[in-house]
């Protein structure tokens, strides 16, 4: 039996994800094909620029690659879904590049993000060396 290929698992796992990402997406407030699109940015981000890297090539790490991907995937779509409809506000764009901003927004929301994060540790870490508040 051939083994399963990382792009493969992550693939299907990713068809498994969308159903229950729209379902809880439109209890939101947030439109399904808004979602879809930021879906598929992530994806592209994962496959193509490889955004979210394979550790090994044990069972154990491409399940744990796996469900890292679909996580990424899940949260890109959700901040895609969210920040769209602020873009083409702030922007003034036309509602018919949504789907494209989306796409966009799906893709990089991942590298944003943990740029983000890194960022507030930083201004946590020097905020606390000068006698800051504490957490």
Not at 82 to 100: C, E, F, I, K, R
């Amino acid at each position: 039996m051939e083994p399963i290929s990382p792009a493969a698992a992550t693939l299907g796992a990713a068809t498994a994800a969308v159903p229950p990402l729209i379902a809880f997406g439109v209890n939101l407030g947030l439109r399904p094909d808004v979602l879809v699109a930021g879906f598929a940015g992530a994806l592209a981000a994962i496959v193509l620029l490889n955004s979210v890297p394979c550790e090994g090539d044990t069972w154990q790490h491409l399940l744990r690659t796996t469900w890292r991907r679909v996580g990424v995937s899940v949260a890109s779509a959700l901040v895609a879904g969210y920040l769209t409809p602020l873009v083409l506000l702030v922007v003034s764009m036309p509602h018919a590049l949504a789907l494209g901003v989306a796409f966009a927004a799906g893709a990089g929301a991942e590298r944003v993000l943990r740029a983000a994060i890194r960022r507030a540790e930083q201004n946590l870490t020097v905020s606390q060396q000068d006698g800051g508040p504490q957490p």
